[in-house]
Nanobody, 124 residues
């Protein structure tokens, strides 16, 4: 059973930065696609970013492109989301998720394992 634990959320002013981490358990972390999603109050969970098993390929939602950077450290079984130039509309609970395969799915129901989420609040 894969377990994912997010950390690094908090309260930040608009224009600020945060780095989220997602620590994964399991012997085959380097074989998984890792993704970040977010869910704001009253809204559906939405795709943020995904990274390939090697870290060599990434994909971003248009809303975060150029501001967020996803990365991973397979030696530490950890994926990161560096968030810069934060905006109030980035306020949400951020979740990491994983799945096997190579295709960059952007819909939540394609991902089998999820963390508990970490709250990010951006004040104006």
């Amino acid at each position: 059973q894969v377990q994912l634990v997010e950390s690094g959320g908090g309260l930040v002013q608009a224009g600020g930065s945060l780095r989220l981490s997602c620590a994964a358990s399991g012997p085959t972390f380097s074989n998984w696609l890792m993704a970040w999603f977010r869910q704001a109050p009253g809204k559906e969970r939405e795709f943020v970013s995904v990274i390939s098993w090697s870290g060599g390929s990434t994909y971003y939602a248009d809303s975060v492109k150029g501001r967020f950077t996803i990365s991973r450290d397979n030696a530490k079984n950890t994926v990161y989301l560096q968030m810069n130039s934060l905006k109030p509309e980035d306020t949400a609970v951020y979740y990491c998720a994983c799945r096997g395969g190579r295709y960059f799915y952007t819909v939540p129901n394609e991902y089998a394992s999820w963390g508990q989420g970490t709250q990010v609040t951006v004040s104006s």
